[in-house]
């Protein structure tokens, strides 16, 4: 079953393919065309474990590969797509983290 703008609502046709046009309000103003990857719970518990076991010295690439499957009511947008997870020691070594919601904030836990 191919994945086509006549098949399926919401798809737009690219000179490079096709793409899900994912809508982000802007101000209640305007558009804008983002890629969208969706990721279970499994999908995260799976990444965060990879990225444990490469702390304790494991071999492993902390990386997932999603496919694109047109029947799922999660969809990516992309036809594939390399979701790789990375300590926030390397990630952060050259900037500080961004601003989140305050109840999403990972919180340290201090030994008693």
């Not at 086509?4 to 046009?21: H, I």
């Not at 799922?72 to 947008?77: A, L, V, Y």
């Amino acid at each position: 079953m191919l994945l086509t703008a006549q098949r399926y609502p919401g798809v737009v046709e690219r000179k490079w393919g096709l793409t899900l046009k994912l809508a982000l309000c802007v101000n209640g103003i305007g558009e804008l065309e983002m890629e969208h990857i969706y990721l279970s719970e499994r999908n995260l518990r799976v990444l965060l474990s990879k990225l444990e076991r490469f702390k304790a010295g494991d071999q492993t690439a902390c990386t997932i590969i999603k496919y694109a499957n047109p029947t799922d009511p999660f969809c990516c947008s992309m036809d594939s797509i390399r979701v790789t997870a990375v300590p926030d020691e390397s990630y952060y070594a050259v900037r500080n983290p961004g601003v989140m919601h305050p109840k999403d904030e990972p919180c340290e836990v201090t030994p008693s």
